[in-house]
């Protein structure tokens, strides 16, 4: 769910897990506080929360009622690095093979106007070049779905150009059920295993079909002011329904780009953005800010929550912010805290 559009052409060790919190936290960290309080003044969100990890400094901010450190919440489209990361994790045993077309594991599935399976790669699917509509695009991320529905939808909109970019989360609904092909699990299961449990990411979890969120937490709302925090997550399923908290959101990036998931092979094929001409690489994506560092991570935007991870090409360096409403109403705000946070003289 890139959408970072005005910073890029087209549109973070066990042994740091719940390092204590800094007293004097790092000065690119101090600086982001009245950033935060954009989001409220600026960006008609009621509350706003960020977590910066930067080597052993650690540092929270929150701004506006109702929401802490500890709060566990929604983090839409962020599920998708979860997910490639564990499509990756399969390649790199052999399980199964990115140049594998879909059909080899989901015979008839991709079958519509412009969309065959049988032409369409794993890889394809997760830089989303694929050419699948966006079934949230019908479905306003408000429907619960199957997989199969998910996809049936999809097939019955428009297609995209094969070959180009075009962000959609059916993409990763498909790869969730390759997921469950290859391993005979739901790729809730396989995500837990591979990265939830060894991370030690207790606050993370596949809700399925749950509509509450575990305590801690406050509310979500959405862009009318409704009160959104009860809500299916197969709205979103494997291309949005995990639920988080800050702390495991950095803890997560810092292990990804540290290689800590995976072998360095599969992390450099993870960070290739040609496929999709620098906009997305497999599940992560880039952004140059403008002193000409790059930051890696996601973002997520569901109902009643915004998030963003960004970090360091190493990992050492972690930013996660959220917002408890669906959407940011001053777009430069999150650029301005991402600059701040990651360039050492930015302002």
């Not at 919440?73 to 998708?80: E, Q």
């Not at 969730?176 to 939830?196: D, K, L, P, S």
Request: proline share 7%; glycine share 10%.
């Amino acid at each position: 769910m890139p959408s970072l559009r005005t910073l890029v052409a087209i549109p973070a060790s066990v042994a740091l897990l719940f390092a204590p919190l800094m007293a004097g936290s790092a000065s690119s960290a101090e600086a982001t506080d009245p950033l935060l309080s954009q989001f409220v003044i600026k960006g008609g969100a009621p509350a706003a929360a960020l977590l910066d990890r930067d080597g052993d400094d650690v540092h929270y901010a929150g701004a506006g009622p109702g929401i802490t450190r500890a709060d566990h919440f929604r983090a839409g489209s962020i599920t998708k690095t979860f997910i490639a990361t564990v499509v990756l994790q399969l390649a790199a045993e052999h399980r199964l093979s990115l140049s594998d077309s879909v059909e080899r594991y989901l015979p008839g599935l991709l079958r519509g106007r412009g969309v065959d399976g049988r032409r369409i790669t794993l890889r394809a699917l997760l830089s989303h070049t694929a050419g699948l509509a966006d079934f949230t695009a019908a479905t306003r991320g408000t429907v619960p779905l199957t997989p199969l529905q998910a996809v049936r939808l999809a097939l019955a909109l428009p297609s995209t150009r094969p070959g180009h970019y075009a962000y959609s989360s059916t993409d990763y609904v498909v790869l969730g059920m390759v997921i469950r092909q290859v391993t005979g699990h739901a790729y809730a299961v396989e995500v837990r295993r591979r990265i939830i449990t060894p991370l030690r990411l207790t606050g993370t979890s596949f809700p399925g079909a749950r509509t509450s969120l575990p305590s801690p937490h406050g509310r979500a709302y959405a862009t009318d002011g409704s009160d959104v925090t009860e809500l299916d997550p197969r709205v979103a399923g494997a291309a949005g329904e995990l639920v988080t908290t800050l702390d495991d959101l950095d803890r997560f990036y810092a292990a990804l780009l540290d290689g800590e998931l995976l072998p360095p092979p599969r992390l450099r094929e993870m960070l290739d953005t040609r496929a999709a001409h620098g906009a997305y690489g497999l599940g992560i994506f880039p952004v140059k800010l403008p002193c000409g560092t790059t930051v890696w991570g996601h973002n997520g935007r569901i109902a009643g929550s915004y998030v963003r991870s960004a970090a360091s090409i190493d990992g050492r360096h972690v930013l996660t912010f959220r917002v408890n409403t669906t959407a940011i109403a001053d777009p430069d705000v999150e650029p301005a805290l991402l600059a701040a946070e990651f360039c050492p003289h930015h302002g």
